[in-house]
């Protein structure tokens, strides 16, 4: 979920022939898939190569998406280091085709909380609620192209069966050079572990296949949310 891609105006207002087999000038098949895989990181993935059947519209529905959002791990490329423990508060309006939201992330060099609203539209394929788009809203408008954010697979608590993490990808275009993407890990609590949390991630990535930019990975566990004095009462409203 890229809620950081503005952040600024925010803060001022060929083929493989066989595996291992040698290709041409030394370059083995191994290498070449790696090269492929190194070149589809780069790349915008179409959402159905790396949606998991858990929001399939028969498990899922996008009004889960709505409410209080833990930004448990992230690789927001926007999102300066010294801003942690996001926060997330989601307005879903599915009568209207669109949803919006607060991120709001405690800035160490700041030392406040800076919020910044995002706004976009619903999937208008009902068959894949997830596939959504995004960008910075000003007063309740969104001023930029629309970006793709996919909520690609969710996982649900074992006992009452509602979504209790959440993970999306979101593809921000060329920043300033070269294609950037956002890998979001939202949870409902923030009392993860560290070790539970890269675990999630691990596994996750295993699932899409490693199709997906993870580099640059940080985490909001329970003692850092903890130190930015979040707590479970801590409610922001849109």
Not at 54 to 69: C, K, L, M, P
Not at 76 to 96: D, I, S, Y
């Amino acid at each position: 979920m890229r809620p950081y891609a503005r952040l600024t105006v925010v803060l001022t207002c060929c083929c493989i022939i066989g595996q291992g087999r040698k290709l041409k000038d030394g370059v083995t098949g191994d290498d070449t898939a790696h090269r492929l895989q190194q070149r589809k990181k780069n790349q915008c993935p179409d959402y159905e190569l790396i949606r998991q059947p858990s929001v399939n519209a028969s498990s899922f529905d996008i009004d889960e998406f709505q409410g209080t959002w833990y930004l448990t791990a992230t690789t927001e490329p926007t999102l300066p280091e010294f801003c942690r423990c996001g926060v997330n508060e989601v307005e879903v309006n599915k009568a209207g085709g669109w949803y919006r939201y607060l991120n709001i992330d405690y800035c160490d060099h700041l030392d406040k909380n800076i919020t910044i609203p995002i706004k976009g539209k619903l999937s208008s394929d009902s068959s894949s609620p997830g596939e959504l788009r995004e960008n910075f809203a000003l007063f309740n408008k969104t001023v930029l192209k629309l970006l793709p954010n996919y909520i690609f697979h969710v996982e649900r608590d074992s006992i009452s069966g509602k979504v209790e993490r959440l993970y999306t990808y979101a593809c921000l275009g060329r920043l300033p050079f070269e294609e950037k993407f956002s890998f979001n890990l939202l949870t409902r609590t923030h009392n993860y572990t560290s070790d539970e949390i890269l675990h999630a991630v691990k596994s996750v990535n295993a699932t899409t296949h490693g199709m997906l930019d993870i580099s640059g990975l940080r985490v909001n566990n329970a003692s850092q949310y903890t130190d930015c004095g979040i707590t479970a009462g801590t409610i922001y409203n849109i």
